[in-house]
């Protein structure tokens, strides 16, 4: 099994940065593709980012493209997200995910969740 634990939320001023980043222990995720997703109390998860396994690949959801930015590090086993021109729209809980097979922004297929991260952008 694999444990996710995502770190690096908090509040912060619209227009600001955070950086938030995922460790994962138990497995290692060379061979797996990985995402951030995010969560509003009583919604759907939103795909945010993925990258393939390899780093090779990325997709990012239309509302954070240019501002954000996934990476992944296999030999530290941890994923990141990069947050930049942060939006009050942005606030939610970040979560990290992993899963078998090729890529994908949405939730099928997600196996392990991380239990998120607060995230708060104020005007």
């Known amino acids: 099994q694999v444990q996710l634990v995502e770190s690096g939320g908090g509040l912060v001023q619209s227009g600001g940065s955070l950086r938030l980043s995922c460790e994962a222990s138990g497995q290692a995720l060379d061979y797996h593709s990985v995402g951030w997703f995010r969560q509003i109390p009583g919604k759907e998860y939103e795909g945010v980012s993925c990258v393939s396994a390899s780093g090779g690949n990325t997709n990012y959801a239309d509302s954070v493209k240019g501002r954000f930015t996934i990476a992944r590090d296999n030999a530290e086993n941890m994923l990141y997200l990069e947050m930049n021109s942060l939006e009050i729209e942005d606030t939610a809980v970040y979560h990290c995910?992993?899963?078998?097979?090729?890529?994908?922004?949405?939730?099928?297929?997600?196996?392990?969740w991380g239990q998120g991260t607060q995230v708060t952008v104020a005007s």
């Open positions: 995910a992993k899963r078998d097979g090729p890529v994908a922004g949405t939730v099928p297929g997600y196996d392990y």
